[in-house]
C-alpha cells in the first residue's frame, strides 16, 4: 500500500527472474526493492547493485535520486575547463532517465540532459560538431 502512486506499473513484473541474480523473484524468501522505473530487483541485489552503479540493469533509468550528486557534478564540470580544442565541441545525447534527446557542449566528466539535469547520458551516434566547423 505504501507504493500506491509511487511507482510504474510493469505487469507480471514479480514473475519474472531478478536481472541480478537470475532467480525467480515470486516464489523468493528474499525481500523484493522495487525502483523507481518500476522493475523489482532482490533487495540484496539492490544493496550489491548499488555498491557498482546507480542504473537500473534492464532500462538503465537511475536506480535512486542523484539530484544532489548531479548538483556535485555541475559544480566539478563548472571547475574543469577543458582543452581548448575541445571547448566548442557539442555532441548529441540521449538521457537513459527522461530518454530525451538533444545536442549538448561536450564534457569528459559527463554531458547533462537539457530536459530533466540528469548526467545518467550516453552519446548518440557518435555524431561531433565544432562550432568552428559551422562558421566555415
Keep these: 500500500m505504501n507504493l500506491q502512486g509511487k511507482h510504474k506499473c510493469i505487469e507480471n513484473v514479480s514473475r519474472q527472474n531478478c536481472p541480478i541474480c537470475l532467480e525467480d523473484i515470486h516464489t523468493s524468501r528474499v525481500v523484493a526493492h522495487v525502483l523507481?522505473?518500476?522493475?523489482?530487483?532482490?533487495r540484496t541485489c539492490y544493496e550489491e547493485m548499488l555498491k557498482e552503479g546507480y542504473r537500473c540493469p534492464l532500462c538503465m533509468h537511475s536506480a535512486l535520486d542523484m539530484t544532489r550528486y548531479w548538483r556535485q557534478l555541475d559544480d566539478e564540470v563548472a571547475h574543469t575547463p577543458?582543452?581548448?580544442?575541445?571547448?566548442?565541441?557539442?555532441v548529441d545525447i540521449l538521457c537513459n532517465d527522461?530518454?530525451?534527446?538533444?545536442?549538448?557542449?561536450f564534457h569528459i566528466l559527463g554531458m547533462k540532459c537539457k530536459i530533466c539535469d540528469s548526467y545518467n547520458t550516453a552519446q548518440a551516434g557518435g555524431r561531433r560538431i565544432s562550432q568552428d566547423q559551422d562558421q566555415q
Design 36 to 42: 523507481p522505473c518500476g522493475h523489482l530487483l532482490h
Design 82 to 90: 577543458m582543452p581548448s580544442e575541445y571547448q566548442n565541441m557539442t
Design 98 to 105: 527522461c530518454n530525451g534527446r538533444s545536442t549538448v557542449q
